[in-house]
């Protein structure tokens, strides 16, 4: 859910800095700029129907928003791993953002009295003393987003790695349960073997019996006339 949602706020994001244009607010810098071919003008009340150039960080953030956007949406046809999106998000947006607000003038500061000078602060923008609370919020995003993502990409790994292993256990059991299956019909096939070849014995053997019987019976026969006719000779 969060990766679907991410690339909308990023698209909401570069729309909604167009609101500081319009209430020419949350802008950089002056020093340098009036050269730029990005640049904002602004009334310096400093002196009378004066103007000054500024940079103008809402552009800046919205075109880094849109950039973000686009290849977010690239990233997410060839996602893979949940999550990914929205870490990429805190990533970028966290990377820009950090950057950009070193460039603003009226950045909200912390630890007022406690830190005279911002060890980041490059560009010298600062006006009071303390830390932009900014700067270091989006570089804390930055690392969240680079830790949670390792932490994924692992969890993605050994899970992985559990299905590769969970697919060949279930190959092995397949295959145990075809050799129990082929082992099974060939013991059943010897089976009707050996009772077909008992068969033809029995009967050859019973065959044998009768020709064994057979002629001891004629015999006994030709005997039993012969003693008849014998007899029959007698009374005579």
Known sequence: MLDALAPAVMIAQ???RWG?????EAYGSSEGVKDFLFRMSIADYETPYGIKYVHPTFLYESLWNIVGFIIANILYRKKKINGKIFCFYLFWYGLGRAFIELLRTDSCMILEGL????PLDIFGTAREDGLKAFVYLSLALV???ITLFVFLYKKHKREEAELVDFESAIAEVDELGEETTVTEASNENANNTE???EAPSTSQTE????HVFSPVSEETDEEYDDGEEGNDGYED
Not at 20 to 24: K, L, T, V, Y
Not at 115 to 118: A, K
Not at 207 to 210: G, K, L, M, P, S
């Open 20 to 24: 500081n244009f319009f209430n020419a």
């Open 115 to 118: 830190i005279e000078n911002d």
């Open 14 to 16: 570069a729309i909604g």
């Open 195 to 197: 009772e077909n070849l």
């Open 143 to 145: 690392i969240t987003g």
């Open 207 to 210: 065959t044998e019996q009768e």
